[in-house]
């Protein structure tokens, strides 16, 4: 599947088959994340592959009231929690480079897009789930001080269709030279 066709066929999906992933379409999904670029190439990002039933549970409690991807993360054969070395990106020597004080946020955003996308190129869903309790997450699965947990997908084969959403048109997002507002 070429890029901007995997672009265009991705949504999320909370509903999967409980198929087992083949451990190549996992690493193939995982190195394509591996390979996201990254501030000053720090690599800050760091992925824990879960498949422990009672693990998926508990990291699924940690989701907002109604979160409609709980049961997505209690039920697909893999949860893949994203997570960052903090300090490490954005900066040299611990001092911010930028005013955008969070960088890491940026650079775990773009390894998780090469992961949403690879894995719809082989015919795995995904859903970026961000409304979660960070910390219990870290504490169950027991991250490291100075690493923080930053986003969760289920990833497995869909087991719905979802159709397109609507996207804005180029013109209401894209400006030349200055800012036209539009």
């Not at 949504?11 to 083949?22: A, F, H, V």
């Not at 379409?25 to 990254?38: G, K």
């Not at 009231?65 to 209690?74: G, L």
């Not at 789930?129 to 991250?143: D, H, K, P, S, T």
């Amino acid at each position: 599947m070429e890029v901007l066709e995997a672009i265009k066929a991705r949504r999320s999906i909370r509903k999967y088959k409980t198929d087992p992933i083949p451990e190549k379409m996992l690493e193939t999904v995982l190195e394509a994340a591996r390979l996201a670029p990254s501030w000053a190439n720090t690599q800050c990002a760091r992925f824990i592959v879960v498949r422990n039933g009672a693990v998926k549970n508990k990291i699924a409690e940690t989701l907002s009231a109604n979160n409609p991807a709980t049961d997505a993360i209690r039920n697909a054969p893999v949860t893949l929690v994203a997570c960052a070395e903090l300090a490490k990106s954005g900066g040299s020597g611990g001092v911010p480079s930028t005013d955008k004080r969070e960088w890491f946020m940026f650079d775990v955003a773009l390894a998780m897009q090469n992961l949403v996308l690879a894995a719809q190129s082989l015919g795995l869903a995904t859903v970026y789930v961000g409304l979660f309790n960070a910390g219990e997450v870290a504490r169950i699965l027991q991250v490291p001080e100075g690493f923080c947990a930053v986003a969760l997908t289920p990833l497995g084969f869909p087991d719905q269709v979802r159709d397109p959403r609507p996207r804005k048109e180029l013109s209401e997002i894209v400006f030349y030279d200055r800012w036209d507002g539009r």
